[in-house]
């Protein structure tokens, strides 16, 4: 691990000035991946600025019937949420299907939106990167691709994002709330916070340096039946092939998004039209433009196959 210097931040408006101030700091809170990514040197701040300390772990209604969650509040805490589990049922089960238990009980929202990718290309110093190192290559292109993206790539990169809770979030559309070294507060759609790779997939969200998530809002409740399916390799501690958000109503309309496909949480709101057609015409228009390798091309199936599971618990529980 390469040196740096330390502060505890008192305010989020002083930690996002702090951080604009040191160009190669970076805010850490439950630090799950960042310290692993620092053991490894594929991190390397100069500085780290220290968030605990901020008031930023309540979970709190809106004024608008919604929902704010503070950027520090706990991944088991958020599941574990009252209000979380009967109104947002999809972003509780997301959560409890990431992770182990002693790391949701470190991780944070605003962390775990920003975790980075688990491209094993990535995580191997000794491989080329364009998101590690910009303009070196892309070693998964060509390499072992079995669970890598297959929609919204580029030529520079078609990692995946690991974020469970991401996709719970953008079926919901929440938007994170921000402050930024000027101290003005930003709100960003939760479809616009993170980008596809195109040319530059080292910048993988729509953050300006040094702007520190303060919270995530979600609106008003939808109603209907929640669902999160996640298929992986071993039933615990992995991250998801395929996953399906999903939010469903009695008339046969909802909402779906999709993890372990794309650069980002992947949801194309035209698709969900097709819902009371069945699973294979929504994917179909979900998928559109897929690019997959010989390794990944089984994703399309598996996409089809999971969100026809959901429709079929939806139909067993009356959703």
Not at 27 to 37: C, E, R, S, V
Not at 85 to 113: H, W
Not at 226 to 255: C, E, M, N
Not at 295 to 302: E, F, G, H, I, V
């Amino acid at each position: 691990m390469k040196p740096f210097t330390y502060e505890r931040a008192r305010t989020a408006p002083e930690a996002a000035a702090a951080a604009a101030h040191h160009p190669n700091a970076k805010f850490i809170a439950g630090g799950t991946n960042l310290l692993d990514l620092m053991k490894l040197q594929i991190e390397v701040p100069s500085h780290l600025i220290d968030v605990n300390g901020l008031a930023l772990d309540q979970i709190d209604p809106t004024p608008e019937g919604g929902l704010r969650i503070g950027a520090l509040v706990r991944n088991t805490d958020l599941a574990a949420n009252e209000r979380v589990r009967r109104d947002y049922a999809v972003l509780s089960r997301a959560l409890l299907a990431g992770a182990s238990g002693q790391l949701r009980n470190r991780a944070t929202t605003a962390g775990n939106l920003l975790q980075r990718t688990r491209c094993p290309y990535f995580y191997d110093a000794a491989q080329p990167c364009n998101k590690r190192q910009p303009g070196s290559g892309c070693s998964a292109i060509g390499g072992v691709t079995r669970q890598h993206a297959i929609v919204g790539t580029s030529a520079a990169c078609i990692a995946t994002h690991p974020s469970d809770m991401a996709v719970a979030m953008r079926v919901l559309d929440a938007t994170v709330d921000t402050v930024r070294p000027d101290g003005q507060a930003h709100h960003i759609p939760i479809a616009d916070f993170h980008r596809l790779p195109g040319d530059t997939p080292q910048i993988e969200t729509a953050l300006v340096p040094g702007e520190l998530i303060t919270s995530v809002t979600l609106p008003k409740p939808l109603g209907g039946l929640h669902v999160y399916r996640k298929v992986r390799d071993r039933a615990s501690y992995a991250f998801a092939l395929v996953s399906v958000a999903a939010v469903l109503q009695p008339d046969g309309s909802g909402r779906v998004a999709l993890g372990g496909v794309a650069h980002k949480p992947w949801r194309v709101e035209a698709a969900e039209a097709a819902l009371p057609q069945g699973a294979k015409a929504v994917t179909a228009q979900l998928l559109a433009g897929a690019k997959p390798s010989d390794d990944n091309a089984y994703k399309l199936q598996l996409a089809e196959r999971t969100l026809a599971a959901v429709l079929v618990q939806a139909k067993q529980m009356g959703g």
